[in-house]
């Protein structure tokens, strides 16, 4: 039973693979706002209510496939991270943000599903934010390396002014039992987060034509920048941003 299960699940797990793989190819052509269950069942070769066992509404297929966005943009960095590792904190921040730029530069129509404009009519679930996070958690995890190594700058800003500044999800993320980033921090380490993508849309979706031709110049320098905003400075070790 147990083997017939298992090739049950893979022969599953193939056909809502290619349903989103379908999906992925009407995103690049029409755009999200007109992802059709019954077009891509089509392309398939399959009737509506097949596709419907797999995913119930077009917006159970927007939620896989914005899960699966975020998740491979997550990876992508936490990947770049683990490479780069901890002994100098700004080598690492500007490997994290030039894997995050690469995938969206690679994948231009799926970072647009999550990082462009809202689809018309969508909602996205809860499901959705975990994933959402992770890029933001890997720089997060940079900045908290800095400060353990004591090699990060704090802003002398009061408290309070941290509190007003720093959004309630942010606060509670700081909260946590195993978070060491100094609260002071946080504030610009969400500016540089919110920053660094906006620099990346733009690239993305093509606000720097005719403005701005050598992007890659602009992108390296802005990523120092945004470091040394968070308080990020080089250990001395070499290896540079």
């Not at 990346?200 to 920048?225: A, M, P």
Request: charged share 20%.
């Amino acid at each position: 039973m147990g083997v017939i299960q298992g090739a049950k699940d893979r022969a599953r797990a193939e056909v809502a693979g290619a349903i989103k793989d379908q999906a992925r190819k009407q995103l690049a052509a029409e755009g999200a706002a007109r992802l059709s269950l019954r077009a891509v069942a089509r392309e398939l070769g399959m009737v509506s209510s097949a596709l419907y066992r797999y995913f119930p509404s077009r917006d159970d297929l927007l939620t896989a496939l914005i899960v699966d966005a975020y998740d491979a943009i997550g990876e992508v960095a936490e990947s770049a991270l683990a490479k780069a590792g901890a002994a100098d904190p700004l080598h690492a921040w500007g490997e994290v943000c030039r894997a995050v730029r690469g995938w969206a530069l690679d994948h231009p129509h799926e970072y647009a599903l999550i990082y462009g404009s809202p689809v018309p009519g969508y909602a996205a679930p809860q499901d959705t934010v975990a994933p959402a996070s992770r890029v933001a958690l890997v720089l997060l995890a940079v900045a908290e390396a800095a400060h353990e190594a004591g090699v990060l700058t704090e802003p002398d800003l009061p408290a309070a002014d941290c509190d007003s500044v720093v959004a309630e999800d942010v606060r509670r993320l700081l909260e946590q039992p195993d978070r060491t980033l100094p609260a002071a921090v946080a504030p610009r380490l969400a500016a540089a987060w919110a920053q660094l993508f906006g620099l990346i849309s733009f690239e993305v979706f093509g606000q720097f034509n005719r403005v701005i031709d050598d992007r890659d110049t602009l992108f390296e320098k802005t990523v120092v920048v945004l470091a040394h905003q968070v308080g990020l400075r080089s250990t001395g070790s070499g290896a540079g941003i």
